[in-house]
């Protein structure tokens, strides 16, 4: 099937490729290569398909960025933009609202964990860390104690790419060359228990963080933090589960300590654990704020947000500065196209996709999990339909494989001959399918991520290098 969409991305394609070399800079790019590389080009979508400029259909293993989560080609989503768009635009934010965002707001709050009620529309999931974060400075500086601004992070977490929000970022690739507001942030350890201490023992390391977390409060003072940041599960570190209880029990320290606790679930809420919010409904916490992006739209749209407590709400309102601003906001606010396309596509959520999400995961990461058969794979993790295939030298020392080797990219070039984009992160491979896969396009998935690892340990055999 050919439609007039399909024709014309696929006539558009050779000269795109182009034209973007000479004029297109592309997210994450290298300097020896900035702003003249030539990535795949995708035409367009169809459910958990797409198809690249050579008019090959893929499977999109990664979801766009963890985001497509109903779907490419949702003729509803794209028919609610267009009756919106021809309704209202777009309405100034400062003094006006519109219905589409109030009524956002208000499911979303239902779905939303504790007395968590009010939202703050933004345009991402960067915008929505850093409202949180800046919501957390105003909060502090209304209530009198402006010195309670520090954040707490981990390594191989990322929140996102505007300057506070990428400063807490705990990838070291993110932050070798670049700056960040160090001054406010506070680094803890990644929890990922694949990477813990030779030796010890998973439930030693859940201690040792949680140790490190109050040795932390205690050493630099409750009255100087104002802020945990954490994903439930970091998905760009590689999908990295801490270890039972271990979320919990930060969650409490916190309580004890009045430090604000932001659940970033830009990548957890709207469906990839199976939930519209993963903090209670897996891992049972209420956070102080939640901030969410990507699978609100399905991707259709840019659009995040942040959701807080009605407690900070009302403590701001009782406060002895009621003049104070919070000097925040974003043009985009409140979108009403963005807002009417989340409404449709939470719709599909509650009337089916996570019911069906949470049926195929155990499939999912079954399946997922045969592959540690591959002498390649050092462990296969995951939760939902989120997963990561890590890859090593060897089990003993665990070993990551070099990144000159980039064995994801090439694992993803083999899958892109093979029907699968995959997503590479150094030595490992994201799947975060669309949460419609069915249990035979699994098996596909799987089986062509088998060929491609194959085929990858095929050829650092034949280089020597493995
Ligand atoms: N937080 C998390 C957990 C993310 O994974 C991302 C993006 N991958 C962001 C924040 C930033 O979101 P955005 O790219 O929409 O700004």
Partial sequence: RRNALTATAIAASEDAVETARRHLVQPWPFA????????????????????????????????????????????????????????????????????????????????APGDLSHVFFTTGGSSAVETALRFMQFYNNVRGRPEKKLILSRGGAYHGSTYLSASLNGRPRDRDWMDGADELIVKL?????FRRPAGMSVGDFADFLVDEFAETVARIGAGRI?????????ASGGVVIAPDGYLRRIREICRQNDILYVSDE????????????????????????????????????????????????????????????????????????????????????????????RQVAPYFQAKLKTLEELPLVGEVRGAGLMACVECVADRESNDPLLIDKDVGKRIDAHCHELGLLVRPLINMCVMSPPLVISTEQIDDMVAILREGISRTMEDLRREGVW
């Fill in 32 to 111: 020896g290569s900035v702003g003249a590389e030539a990535r795949a080009l995708i035409g367009e979508g169809d459910g958990i398909y797409i198809t690249d400029g050579d008019g090959k259909r893929l499977i999109d293993g990664p979801a766009g960025m963890w985001c497509v989560n109903v779907g490419h080609r949702r003729k509803e989503l794209a028919e609610v933009m267009y009756d919106q768009a021809m309704a209202l635009s777009y309405n100034t934010p400062w003094y006006t609202m519109n219905a589409p965002s109030a009524e956002l707001a208000e499911r979303i709050a239902g779905h």
């Fill in 189 to 193: 350890s990644s929890p990922n228990p």
């Fill in 226 to 234: 104002g802020a945990f940041v954490g994903e439930p599960v970091q």
């Fill in 266 to 357: 830009v990548v957890t809420a709207f469906g990839r654990l199976g939930h519209v919010f993963a903090s209670d409904d897996v891992f049972g916490i209420e956070p102080d704020m939640i901030t969410f992006a990507k699978g609100v739209t399905s991707g259709y749209f840019p659009l995040g947000g942040v959701v807080i407590s009605a407690r900070l709400m009302e403590e701001l309102r009782r406060s002895n500065h009621p003049d104070a601003m919070f000097g925040h906001g974003l043009t985009y606010t409140s979108h009403p196209v963005g807002c009417a396309v989340a409404l449709r596509n939470l719709d599909l959520l509650e009337g089916g996709v996570l019911e069906h999400a």
